[in-house]
């Protein structure tokens, strides 16, 4: 089968179905403007001709942005199909508008569109933080233009898929018949406890190892929308309940979701700043981003792994920490929630309580035995829901499979 993924920064969420296609003898083609050359000559760059228009309305920039990034990746397409190309079918993102314009290159090639999140005025993100919040009628109406282009990949698909059962129920009612719950996919053979683990920790002259009090945090980016702040106000309480803890904080100086930080300043330092004077750097240890292994043994070690969001997609590094071991206080949102039992494979708190918080994580660091059942709990969670090899690529595979055979609905 002829399978064409669409992906601005190739392979993203597909970084595990794409060698198992082409184990089994599928032919895989990638368009993308970033990304991973794996495929050698069947991965085809394309580029928007021009940037957004400057002095556009702001509700609708982000809208002419996803058309030119559609319009690139359509004509690129175009080349392709005048070079011959017809897919059996077409599997995409659509999140940047990269997907829009490809029924008018390939009219009866099915799509099968993943699904990350939609997004809405009230319920989810946007408002859900009141230090951040933007309640005027117009930020409402800001929503609800970028969700443009999504609607039109809804109406341009034949089927989709979400990671998780929140993010499939934040579309629209009419298209969640078409959509599936499929998560991308945790490598649990890989990502196990290992009391052997360690993590050498550069310019402390400190290795951590299993059993040691540590207290990890990650994000991609330190940021308001994963719960940076909200950690971070927390830390000194938790430095007094815990005083041989040791806190190792994961997470560039950038933004990956939501608003820029004030400028010239990041996130990441004016949230240390508020509470500075009332915590010991010295057991803190800011790493920035690192190395994919070291971030498996870092969860390995961790004796208490704290993971919060607004009700937004959920981090693979939740469910990871989970497949290692990791003790999880995560806050009560969604879709955490959704994997999530209190009391049973983690902790859920309030994203705001931050007392609440530290006396969680202290609890945990304080009784690690009393937890060792909740541990494993997680794993298994991991193990019978999330698995890549035994739940999630067969899944995947044979909805790909179904689609294809289905053809082109409309």
């Not at 002829?2 to 083609?29: D, M, R, W």
């Not at 993943?114 to 005027?136: C, H, I, K, R």
């Not at 059962?165 to 018949?177: H, I, K, L, T, V």
């Not at 990650?218 to 950690?231: K, V």
Request: proline residues 7%; aromatic residues 10%.
């Amino acid at each position: 089968m002829k399978i064409l993924f669409i992906h601005q920064n190739f392979p993203g969420q597909f970084k595990s179905l794409v060698p198992a296609l082409i184990a089994a003898g599928h032919e895989v083609t990638a368009l993308a403007i970033e990304g991973t050359e794996i495929l050698g000559p069947r991965f085809i760059r394309y580029r928007p001709h021009r940037g957004t228009s400057p002095n556009i309305h702001p509700w609708v920039s982000d809208f002419e942005t996803k058309v030119l990034r559609g319009e690139a990746c359509a004509t690129a397409a175009a080349d392709l199909k005048a070079a011959g190309y017809q897919p059996d079918i077409i599997v995409g993102h659509p999140g940047w508008g990269e997907m829009l314009f490809l029924r008018d290159i390939w009219p009866s090639a099915p799509q099968l569109h993943f699904l990350e999140f939609y997004y809405a005025a009230q319920g989810s993100d946007v408002n859900f933080d009141p230090e951040f919040a933007q309640a005027q009628w117009q930020n409402g109406a800001r929503v609800r233009t970028k969700n443009s282009g999504g609607l039109i990949s809804l109406e341009q698909m034949d089927a989709g898929y979400s990671p998780t059962e929140w993010q499939r129920a934040s579309y629209p009612a009419f298209a969640r018949p078409k959509v599936e719950v499929v998560h991308d996919g945790i490598n649990t053979d890989q990502l196990r406890p290992n009391p052997d683990a360690s993590v050498t920790l550069a310019g402390r002259n400190l290795v951590l190892r299993p059993g040691m009090k540590v207290v990890t945090f990650i994000n991609r980016n330190l940021e308001p929308y994963r719960g940076y702040h909200s950690f971070m106000r927390a830390l000194p309480l938790m430095q007094q309940l815990a005083p041989d803890a040791f806190f190792v904080v994961v997470g560039r100086d950038g933004v990956s979701y939501g608003s820029k930080a004030p400028e010239g300043k990041t996130w990441k330092e004016i949230f240390l700043n508020e509470v500075s004077d009332r915590i010991d750097l010295t057991r803190v240890a800011f790493v920035g981003h690192i190395p994919y292994p070291t971030f498996a043994a870092l969860m390995q070690v961790s004796a208490a792994h704290v993971y919060l969001t607004y009700p937004f997609v959920l981090s693979w590094s939740m469910l990871e920490a989970m497949a290692c071991g990791a003790p999880i206080i995560g806050s009560a949102t969604p879709p955490v929630q959704e994997v999530i039992e209190h009391g049973h494979n983690g902790l859920l708190v309030d994203f705001f309580d931050y007392e609440g918080l530290a006396h969680a994580v202290g609890e945990v660091l304080e009784h690690g035995q009393r937890y060792q059942g909740m541990r494993q709990s997680a794993r298994q969670t991991v193990v019978d829901r999330y698995d890549l090899a035994r739940v999630c690529l067969p899944r995947q595979q044979a909805l790909i499979d179904r689609v294809a055979k289905m053809g082109h609905a409309n």
